[in-house]
């Protein structure tokens, strides 16, 4: 089993910066590959970025390449995603997700693919 908590939401304004932190509860951090997904209201969860088991390789959903940046350090068992630029469509709830794999560089973007969760963190982006 995995836990994994969220920090670092909140209320920043258009064009502002915002950094998320998760953190993971296994001892074996480094045998998981990370994403990080976001849901608004009133809207399906989506991909927002990933990234394999080493950090090495990462992947991003095209609404947030070139302002967002996911980082980890499996020292510390954390995954971060730094977010900058940010815009009011950015305003969802953030969850951290954790997939199992043997494969070191591969990145992973569908939900299916991830079986641990974070409860979540609230983004708002006021305009």
């Known amino acids: 089993q995995v836990q994994l908590v969220e920090s670092g939401g909140g209320l920043v304004q258009a064009g502002g910066s915002l950094r998320l932190s998760c953190a993971a509860s296994?001892?074996?951090?480094?045998?998981?590959?990370m994403g990080w997904f976001r849901q608004a209201p009133g809207k399906e969860r989506e991909f927002v970025g990933g990234?394999?088991?080493?950090?090495?390789?990462?992947v991003y959903a095209d609404s947030v390449k070139g302002r967002f940046t996911i980082s980890r350090d499996n020292a510390k068992n954390t995954v971060s995603l730094q977010m900058n630029s940010l815009k009011p469509e950015d305003t969802a709830v953030y969850y951290c997700?954790?997939?199992?794999?043997?494969?070191?560089?591969?990145?992973?973007?569908?939900?299916?693919?991830?079986?641990?969760w974070g409860q979540g963190t609230q983004v708002t982006v006021s305009s």
């Open positions: 296994t001892r074996t951090f480094s045998s998981y590959a």
């Open positions: 990234t394999s088991r080493s950090g090495g390789s990462t």
């Open positions: 997700a954790a997939t199992f794999t043997f494969e070191f560089t591969l990145t992973y973007q569908r939900d299916s693919d991830y079986g641990y």
